[in-house]
DNA sequence: CGCCCATCCTACAACGTTGTAGACTCGCAG
DNA sequence: CTGCGAGTCTACAACGTTGTAGGATGGGCG
């Protein structure tokens, strides 16, 4: 159906290898002979078989991008970030969702369909640090986020801690003192929500202000409708806040949803400030707060390290970790006479 | 480096067809040969190389997606939905961005590198139904969406004048007369907004009431940020309304926030209703009367027809059209006594 | 004039898989 | 006892590409 080298070859009167090397840029060709090829080849409409040489070559121009889910804004605009960064460095993307559960999670870590690319981006929510070791593949491997720590990976996160620490301390220079959280993971420690929690609580201890474990509220997902639940929980419970801190902007929008229903303004009743600059939050109303974790950065330093391993060029190197740098963005939520 | 055939034939004492039939179910093989096979396979960690076996049959397993942009919540979400049916049906996804650049466009559709997929599920936004002619390629298309009808392929498409004109019917069942469209672009006749702006006027004209072009805001793009630029323009123009339909919703997000900066109550003063049903207009405030396209519909199909087309099942049947069913949603931003 | 080297091109093998054709064994019907 | 078909397995070729080795031509230099 489709033409071949072989008929190109026949068709400009050369051997196939001809093909191949005009095809490949080689230097020693006459500039006639380029020419009859090249003709041959529009002419006949020939592109070149990639199965074929893939399994020359041993190399797709593929990489896969496995995220829990793409309807959740975050990873949605993570997977356009990285599709860019990809086609500047000249490669597709194939996209996996996990659905965030484990047993998806490490069934891509084994899967042969996987071979079909030539490296993974990784971006796992169900697996924890104890299954690191399913880290250890026989492919190039870049994780995302901030599920497991100290693997055997490139491993290219945002300063969670930091950046967390550094949204509380924006809503404490408000005047506000009880920070309630949204998006807590029970008992979890090395994961976006621990480390995120570990950050609200550094600012408050240079604060000097008590940690009240009742201002936390604790959730499965990061959607909508958990910050809602969430917020509704805390309301119920009686406790007494001036702010919300939402451990990303879906949870926080949510949550901001059911505050202005109850009758909270925002930011005078409740400061609110939210995590990983969606678009969204540029319009709600009110606008919201929010941490801009760098994801240009995530996206383009991803694929440049995956990039790397796959042509071998860090070789053994040891795994690295890269942090990028965040922003704290003060929209009207906690838009409040410093 | 990693196992092939020929080392699994090797442990097992077999010929390398003979591993391959076991891998490929062939139904006469001795039980203790199968098992042995099997065990060399798991020994060494065998899986079968994908470039090998797709040149060898021609078929990838892979297909394409060409959309405009994920950072769009309607084609993460769409996105998202196909992913989804895909996996349901043992295939892969490659997702390309086009911008919504007509030219980007063309070039997807011509680009060798799509040689890699069996096929390609194509989201146009830059080309109109002059470029028909450019759909007719050499691999199987399955178009979604609304810029060309009457194309050389098979056609995914949802009910756009019909659901427009049952937005607009909502709106007009609440009592509302003048009501306002966000996002139509000019002179358009076949895209989404042409098609959204005719079911609105023949809602209109079903219920006997005059079309005011000077209530229609036009736009270049979907964004939120247009939505909002829109309702400005309407809003200083003095023209007057008490009801508004965003042509999708991310528009009358939009466009929300700007009535209620601008104090106009929703839906009291104005009754509004988007088109897409994003998860978004759920936790919005106030939530969002929508249209739901029936994007899991849309997806499936699409996916079917695409592998149909693949498979050459349907081999030279004629270029189909398939039309998702909707629905009208209500939520609070049109909730008024009917 | 003879040699070497650079330039240009070709034949062949190989990547790992699967389709085709056929070899061999065995049990059973004729 | 022969012949045949079903069951089991193997050898070989082919998919389309690129790396390797090497052949042919011509120009420059000793």
Redesign the pocket.
Known sequence: ?????????LAA?????????V??D?????????QRVMEAISELG????????S????KTGVIGLAVPELSLSYFAELADSIIKAAERRGLKVLIEQTGGDRAHELEILSSPRLQMTDGLLFSPLGMSNEDAHHLNVNFPLVLLGERIFGGPTDHVTMSNVESARAATAHLLSKGRRRIAVVGGHEGEVIGSAGLRLRGYQQALEDAGIPFDPKLVAYTTFWHRANGATSMRELLESGVEFDAMFGMNDTLALGAMRVLQEAGRRIPDDVAVIGFDDLDEGRYSLPTLSTIDPGRDEIADTAVRVLQERISGREGGAPPREFEARFQVIERESSALPG
Chains 1, 2 share one sequence.
């Not at 009167?13 to 090397?21: D, E, Q, W």
């Open positions: 159906m489709a033409a071949t080298l072989k008929d190109v070859a009167g050369v051997s196939i290898k001809t093909v191949s090397n095809i490949n080689y230097q020693h060709i006459r500039a006639d002979t380029k020939y592109s070149p078989n990639l199965s074929a040489r399994l020359r070559s041993g």
